[in-house]
């Protein structure tokens, strides 16, 4: 039971900071509380004018009880809308501030928190997290406060009326509330199973649909679908074992319902034939027994309700109380534009504790130097460059940018100095030009040009339907790979960047296109410290410096034509390459592809 209220006090906590500072809120709720009043005391009062008074034959007066009625009731029907109105406008005002908070957070949350949860579920929890808290907001004033009112109010009166009536009502109602806060949390299991195989089930729906390449080449279309419609059996069961459950509960807290009214009356009308209460005393009381079982019934409904917004804001205080793991320092160093030296010192870093990827890895590249990356798929080139770019924290040993460490400076400052092409082309649903325009949103249609001319994409991009402002699809499913790889490099370029890292950026392009954007490195290279990691050894070439990885370590380090004369493993790799003609099967034969 205790658990459960933790869970309220951290919603409610939570709503009191974001939604408990506008004006328009706060007033809505005072409104609807003065409406609530009115109905509760105002209405009663009239009523008791006009019967008193009509007891008496004074029928003016009576008439005047009638305006009174009349005249309270009108203002609750004028109050009511104006309340949701400018409850409304709070509400709408901290909507966008809630989303674009919750929103921000979760696009700065370490990179490995995305590896680990499927977007389908991350997109979900976002709208479901800032839908449910107005919804929250909404219920507890226009519901949750009339139904506690309803049942507050009545038991003051009746209190005040005759003491002991009160103290039972009072006892009855709650053990009423105390058994319908068990019942609510007796459905919780259920309640978090069902939402479990929601989630699943929403995530691999998810999936589906951005795997829906592989999963209509290998022909699996029934296979997914019979996963997802599993998944959906398994939530109707879910939900049919929550609500037999829910059944059984609600006929105990009927049993109960009819116990509290039989009690009552039964005791009103001892008190009332034992003289110590009047008739009016007596009709006020059942009165309000009425009122407070009605106020009991929808608790019970609301209190259903009510936990499942609680539960669909849970899932957000992951991501509102997230600690990142990558953190920007208290005081950062301020970086400005740096030479671009880099420094990796004994570098030992996991993704899963225990298994080191990089194990005392060590990396000097003076500013300028342009330096060839080659080595097995997975033997951790990608992620010495996303330690260098901060993505992830060195478990041992220091990445250093012009001697200084990756961790003094935020990470913005940072990320600033270095273009990055990933191994997998990321490309948005928008126009060649966006796409480009990414990494220097304020540049020139001419600049945008000219970096595709310099990644060799510009011929492909201008043959386009709409030139650069051609859509290239989710994620660029209209480019080929190759074009995809390309557009990727021309946003690099743009950067105009100290550092550039290419990650395999020209693994998808055939060797006679991959030649072209070979000779145009000089000047994307040009007056840059550069690390191109590459499966296509011809690439490398022309770089100042070539390292091999393996098994997380560096195991040769020289130029090309010191790398063949020691004839270890690049010379190898470079010969075995070379007799295939290069060509990418060549490679695949060596184990160098790309992996995917
Ligand atoms: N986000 C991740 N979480 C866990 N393990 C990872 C992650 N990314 C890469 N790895 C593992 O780290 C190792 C090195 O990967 P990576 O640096 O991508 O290799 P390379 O780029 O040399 O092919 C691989 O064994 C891979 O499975
Ligand atoms: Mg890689």
Same mark, same amino acid.
């Given at each position: ?308 917004? +609680? ?120 126009? +060649?030009?966006?796409? +480009? ?110 390292? +091999? ?48």
């Amino acid at each position: 039971m205790f658990r459960g209220l933790t869970k309220y006090s951290q919603v409610y906590s939570h709503l009191w900071q974001t939604y408990g500072s506008s004006w328009q809120v706060r007033l809505s709720f005072t409104m609807h509380l003065m409406t609530r009043i009115g109905k509760l005391v105002g209405l009663p009062i009239a009523l008791s004018i006009i019967i008193t008074e009509l007891s008496k034959q004074h029928y003016s007066n009576a008439y005047a009880g009638v305006a009174f009625f009349v005249g309270i009731s009108l203002l609750i029907g004028i109050i009511t809308p104006l309340t949701r109105y400018v409850g409304m406008l709070g509400e709408n005002k901290i909507y966008d501030r809630s989303t674009t908070e919750y929103f921000s957070r979760l696009v700065e949350a370490d990179l490995d928190y995305f590896h680990s949860n499927l977007a389908g579920y991350l997109t979900t929890a976002t709208r479901q997290y800032v839908d449910s808290c107005v919804q929250l907001v909404r219920a507890l004033r226009d519901r949750y406060m009339t139904t506690l009112l309803g049942v507050l109010f009545p038991l003051v009166v009746i209190m005040w009326l005759d003491v002991w009536l009160g103290l039972v009502a009072l006892g009855l109602s709650v053990i009423q509330g105390a058994y319908l806060i068990w019942a609510s949390n007796a459905i919780t299991p259920f309640r978090s199973s069902a939402r479990e195989l929601y989630k699943e089930n929403s995530g691999r729906m998810a999936d589906v649909i951005s795997n829906i390449l592989a999963v209509r080449s290998n022909a699996q279309e029934a296979t997914y679908i019979k996963k997802v419609s599993t998944g959906a059996v398994n939530e109707a069961n879910a939900f049919k074992q929550r609500y037999t459950k829910q059944a059984k509960l609600t006929a105990v807290r009927e049993f109960i319902t009819v116990g509290f009214f039989m009690v009552l009356l039964w005791l009103t009308v001892a008190r009332m034939s034992s003289g110590a209460i009047t008739i009016t005393t007596a009709i006020i009381v059942v009165t309000y027994t009425t009122t407070i079982l009605t106020a009991l019934y929808s608790l019970s409904e609301d209190l259903d309700a009510h936990d499942d917004l +609680v539960d669909k804001v849970i899932p957000a205080f992951e991501i509102l109380n997230r600690q990142n793991v990558v953190n920007n320092p208290a005081h950062p160093k301020k970086l400005g534009r740096v030479k671009g030296k880099i420094e990796m010192s004994d570098v030992s870093f996991a993704y899963d504790v225990g298994q080191n990827v990089l194990e005392g890895f060590s990396l000097r590249i003076p500013a300028g130097q342009k330096v060839g990356v080659v080595g097995l798929s997975g033997a951790g080139k990608s992620t010495l460059t996303k330690l260098l770019l901060r993505f992830n924290d060195v478990t041992d040993g220091s990445v250093r940018i012009d001697g200084i460490d990756v961790r003094d400076v935020t990470q913005t400052d940072l990320r600033r100095q270095v273009a990055y092409v990933p191994q997998e082309p990321l490309l948005f649903h928008a126009t +060649v030009k966006e796409n +480009v325009l990414l990494s220097d949103p304020k540049a020139t249609d001419a600049d945008v040009r000219r970096a595709l001319k310099q990644a060799h994409a510009l011929p492909f991009v201008e043959k386009l339907p709409d030139g650069i402002d051609s859509i290239v699809g989710e994620r660029g499913v209209k480019l080929s790979g190759g074009q995809k790889q390309r557009v990727a490099i021309a946003r690099a370029v743009l950067r105009q960047a100290p550092v550039i890292i290419l990650d395999e950026a020209t693994s998808a392009l055939d060797s006679e296109s991959e030649q072209i954007i070979k000779d145009s490195f000089a000047e994307i290279l040009k007056n840059k410290t550069a690390i191109v990691i590459a499966h296509r050894l011809s690439t490398l070439s022309e770089m100042d410096r070539i390292v +091999v990885v393996e098994k997380g370590r560096c195991i040769e380090d020289g130029t090309h034509a010191e790398l063949l004369a020691i004839g270890g493993v690049y010379a190898g790799l470079w010969n075995r390459q070379l007799r295939h003609g290069d060509e990418p099967s060549a490679v695949a034969d060596a184990g160098l592809v790309a992996d995917v």
